[in-house]
């Protein structure tokens, strides 16, 4: 871990009594998760299923290969997911492992009782303050129930028979594919923003990000230069750039991570982070009463907005056209109902 904060003192964070994961979670991300939930008694049964085999020999493996992490082994990072899940109120706490890998990585594994899994190189390169964030980033897919959710979607498509019936064969499984892929970086989205919400320093999520993009040499980056870098990739005014993005983002489960802390930036500047922190947000015992048709148009009201305001090629296109063919849409009812007046007289 690295040493450059860990005399920082604690730091006071508001805790989040009863906050719904509704609260953190991307509008494109939510809109999926509300439907899933209205499925009572299916996520019972795929988890019972997943802890029965799968989930019992996970953690055997990491149990018998890696270092379980508690008061007395890797203790500030039992600190770290212990304040975090706190914070956020959280009704469970996941067992933590450290595993030997060089690599800049932390999963969350597990249906029925979710693991979290931090590679050795993610614990050498943050300090105590950034592991807060990635811990809670990863406390957050599991109390949204992403792969739970994401295990549902996929059964049910399989038993529906939809990945044998779609249109044109390959390219429409790759379309659906495509999509899932889309709701899987909407959901890192989602874990960011819970990731801040237990941290409470925006600071610390923007550096943890530019640890990563880095490999750590966070005294050669600057952060104005690290946002403008952002800004230009997120522009692509050329519409090859905007084809390329797409294709390069096809297959990827996670946002670009200079993309992701400019979204992360934009969440915090758009006023949601700070009003949640004064108490503003969904409670967990109204997740029930969610509907389904709010969630969706809230979802399609995010994707319009970002269309509106991307200075992306292919994004103000898209956004043109849907406007174009908006305006056409009324001219013509406003047509066929002058004509139907005229009949009609």
């Known amino acids: 871990m690295s040493e450059s904060n860990e005399s920082r003192p604690a730091r006071s964070r508001v805790v989040l009594?009863?906050?719904?994961?509704?609260?953190?979670?991307?509008?494109?991300?939510?809109?999926?998760?509300v439907a899933?939930?209205?499925?009572?008694?299916?996520?019972?049964?795929?988890?019972?299923?997943?802890?029965?085999?799968?989930?019992?020999?996970?953690?055997?493996?990491?149990?018998?290969?890696?270092?379980?992490?508690?008061?007395?082994?890797f203790p500030a990072l039992h600190r770290a997911l212990?304040?975090?899940?706190?914070?956020l109120d959280a009704p469970l706490v996941p067992e933590l492992y450290v595993q030997a890998d060089p690599g800049f990585n932390a999963v969350?594994?597990?249906?029925?009782?979710p693991i979290v899994v931090?590679?050795?190189?993610?614990?050498?390169?943050l300090d105590e303050e950034e592991l807060r964030w990635i811990l809670a980033h990863e406390l957050g897919h599991a109390l949204s129930g992403h792969a739970v959710y994401r295990t549902i979607l996929l059964r049910l498509m399989s038993m529906s028979g939809v990945f044998y019936s779609v249109p044109l064969g390959g390219l429409g499984l790759r379309m659906i594919v495509a999509g899932l892929m889309e709701w899987r970086r909407k959901s890192e989205l989602s874990a960011d923003r819970a990731g801040l919400l237990a941290t409470q320093d925006p600071a610390v999520a923007y550096r943890a990000l530019m640890k990563l993009a880095s490999g750590g040499h966070l005294d050669d980056l600057d952060q104005t230069s690290f946002f403008e870098q952002g800004a230009e990739?997120?522009?692509?005014?050329?519409?090859?750039?905007?084809?390329?993005?797409?294709?390069?983002?096809?297959?990827?489960?996670h946002p670009m991570t200079v993309s992701r802390t400019s979204e992360l930036r934009r969440w915090v500047d758009s006023g949601e982070y700070t009003a949640i922190l004064a108490g503003e947000y969904p409670q967990r015992d109204s997740d029930d009463g969610a509907k389904v048709?709010?969630?969706a148009q809230e979802a399609a009201q995010s994707y319009s907005a970002a269309f509106r305001d991307t200075q992306d090629t292919l994004g103000r296109l898209v956004h043109d056209t849907a406007g174009w063919m908006g305006s056409a849409?009324?001219?013509l009812d406003e047509q066929w109902r002058r004509r139907g007046d005229e009949d009609a007289s």
Request: charged share 30%; net charge positive.
């Open 17 to 33: 009594r009863n906050i719904s994961s509704r609260a953190w979670e991307h509008p494109a991300d939510r809109g999926a998760l």
């Open 36 to 73: 899933l939930r209205r499925l009572k008694g299916f996520d019972t049964v795929v988890k019972l299923l997943s802890s029965l085999i799968n989930e019992r020999s996970v953690r055997l493996l990491y149990l018998g290969s890696a270092i379980r992490v508690d008061e007395r082994q």
């Open 82 to 87: 212990n304040d975090a899940a706190s914070t």
């Open 108 to 113: 969350t594994i597990g249906l029925d009782r």
């Open 118 to 125: 931090v590679n050795s190189g993610m614990v050498d390169l």
């Open 233 to 253: 990739y997120d522009a692509a005014v050329d519409l090859r750039d905007s084809v390329l993005k797409l294709l390069l983002l096809e297959r990827r489960s």
């Open 293 to 295: 048709s709010q969630a």
């Open 329 to 331: 849409k009324v001219w």
